[in-house]
């Protein structure tokens, strides 16, 4: 072959070998492969085997906040895109009145500092459809939301939680998360293109 077909054809492959940024998720340990390995967890924060895969399983019993919860660095280049946080739930408990308590929901912040125990927070990232409500217990429903990152942010803190409503006390029922994701894009379409295909 002549070598500077050989040459362009390695380029070629260099170039779509190496994911957009855009579609390259910025979570280390998104499907709990290595445990909980990159996460910061609560107590009743843990990982479980499920049907031979391994997922994020928080169970409350109340007496404190649990959550499964880790930062990811942004840099300057970054301001100004869209940040899709994004995963799959599941919740054993599905309460007759609707009632949010028991079900997984994502959250995350938007930090202009950073640190493991704290940081300063500029935008609280909720709402949208990151509740994952299902009629059905145990059936795995997606769950997401779409952010543009403001200027001063260095990070974003993702986290994993379960609902409350106040009235309806967590019974240490498990809600269940798999296939989660931090991804940033250029525009609010792309990110909402890339969440509608989302499997």
């Known amino acids: 072959m002549d070598r500077r077909v050989f040459a362009l054809s390695i380029f070629i492959f260099l170039v779509c070998a190496v994911p957009v940024r855009g579609q390259a998720n910025l979570l280390r ?25 391994n997922v994020f399983v928080i169970r409350s019993d109340g007496s404190r906040i649990e959550n499964f919860q880790q930062d990811v660095d942004l840099t300057a280049s970054d301001v100004g895109k869209y940040a899709l946080l994004i995963g799959k739930g599941s919740s054993e408990r599905i309460n007759a ?60 803190r993702f986290f994993m939680m379960q609902a409350e409503r106040r009235g309806v006390p967590p019974n240490g029922s498990a809600a269940r998360f798999d296939n989660v994701g931090l991804y940033l894009f250029e525009s609010k379409q792309d990110a909402v293109n890339f969440a509608s295909a989302y499997r």
């Open 97 to 156: 009145d609707a009632a949010i308590t028991g079900l997984p929901y994502l959250y995350g912040y938007m930090m202009e500092s950073n640190s493991p125990l704290g940081g300063t927070i500029n935008t609280y990232l909720q709402g949208q459809q990151m509740l994952g409500r299902s009629s059905t217990p145990n059936l795995r429903v997606k769950m997401f939301g779409i952010f543009r990152v403001p200027e001063g942010t260095v990070a974003i």
């Open 29 to 53: 340990n998104p499907n709990a492969d290595s445990g909980a390995e990159y996460w910061r967890a609560t107590a009743n924060s843990t990982v479980e085997e499920l049907n031979g895969d």
